[in-house]
């Protein structure tokens, strides 16, 4: 078996999902975690939930949003479930769609009583993780595999190793990483792999990320958070930022905050009057916030409303002026810049 060209820069890279590639559609994914209905290993997959899911789906390839993020674990294997067979019936052709899931999570129990929460890199779990995916969404091949947090124990030799017999299997296309800070990416880096994709958290009310590259006058220290932060890492060796949660939940756009009410309220406050002035929903707003950063964010978006979708697709109509977005970041980072 002929082992992968390991220099995978930004230009010469043969793992590395071309940028242009994954953002060759619309730069939006529909995130697809909450479509098996449950998280519960036991339980059916409810009819409405396949309703929603068939809904979700079809409103996002109306959009033209052809990008599907999963992972294993999602619903425990219920969410990749539930999509196949939606997309079997939907007649979608497999070409048309870019199929993007994670491993590397194990639930408690997972295999027996005492083991405990944990993450897995290991090449035999990982290699395990991809066959269950590919069963359950029925393919042959999913293109872009993600581990989905960083495992303690990982060894980066022994993850390329499963990464190359993935690729030389035709199982799996191009891989990147979800959660991973800078010490990570690095880490990694220096075994030879830079990932096409880092999949993070990012939206409005969790701004950690770009807070990175405010290191004047910190009121206080910011700890896991060199000055040397996620994005400027992502945009030096061209890997995709993808953003998870990127509606905030809703909490920016109408729903009751349960938490942090003043941060919540004055956010949804300026995003409502951005909202008036481009003449759009809330959630356009919400996400024109990520699109307009340089990084070149890909949001994933985890609603299966279809009017949510249609009212967060708006936001590639608009484009914000430096002074709303820095009204937006100000007040979703809830603290004034230095
Ligand atoms: N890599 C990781 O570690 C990680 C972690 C979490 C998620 N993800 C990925 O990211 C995707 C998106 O994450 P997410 O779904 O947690 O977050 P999200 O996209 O920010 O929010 C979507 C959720 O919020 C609800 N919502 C949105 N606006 C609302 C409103 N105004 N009122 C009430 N509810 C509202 C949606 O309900 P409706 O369906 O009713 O619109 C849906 O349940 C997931 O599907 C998954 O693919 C990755």
């Not at 242009?20 to 036991?42: K, R, T």
Request: charged residues 25%.
């Amino acid at each position: 078996m002929s082992s992968l060209p390991r220099m995978m820069d930004n230009a010469s890279g043969d793992l590395l999902y071309p940028r242009a590639e994954v953002l060759a559609g619309p730069p939006i994914a529909l995130g697809c975690m909450h479509m098996g209905g449950a998280w519960d290993a036991n339980a059916s997959i409810p009819r409405e939930a396949k309703e929603k899911a068939r809904a979700a789906v079809e409103t996002a390839l109306e959009l033209g949003w052809n990008f599907f993020d999963h992972a294993d674990i999602y619903c425990h294997g219920k969410s990749e479930k539930v999509f196949a067979e939606v997309v079997e019936e939907l007649g979608v052709s497999r070409e048309e769609i870019i199929l993007q899931s994670k491993c590397g999570i194990r639930f408690p129990g997972d295999p027996s009583p005492k083991c405990p929460h944990r993450f897995d890199f290991s090449a035999d779990y990982i290699e395990a993780s991809v066959e269950g995916s590919l069963q359950r969404l029925g393919t042959e091949y999913l293109d872009i595999l993600l581990l989905h947090r960083p495992d303690l124990l990982a060894e980066p030799e022994e993850v390329l190793a499963a990464f190359d017999r993935l690729r030389n299997d035709g199982k799996v296309r191009h891989f990147g990483v979800s959660n991973f800070p800078p010490h990570v990416l690095d880490l990694f880096r220096e075994a030879g792999f830079i990932p096409v994709a880092n999949q993070v958290e990012l939206n409005i009310l969790r701004t950690s990320l770009f807070d990175d590259d405010v290191v004047a006058s910190r009121r206080l220290p910011a700890p896991g958070h060199p000055a040397d932060g996620t994005l400027a890492w992502h945009r030096r060796h061209g890997v995709v930022t993808q953003a998870w949660a990127p509606l905030a939940y809703g909490y920016p756009s109408g729903r009751k905050p349960d938490w942090d009410h003043e941060r919540v309220h004055a956010t949804a406050n300026v995003v409502r009057d951005i909202a008036r002035i481009h003449d759009v929903q809330e959630e356009a707003v919400v996400i024109a916030f990520l699109l307009r950063h340089p990084a070149g964010i890909q949001p994933v978006i985890g609603s299966r409303n279809p009017e949510r979708l249609r009212a967060s697709d708006a936001a590639r109509r608009i484009r914000l002026s430096r002074e709303d977005w820095y009204r937006l970041y100000l007040a979703g980072r809830g603290e004034p810049l230095p």
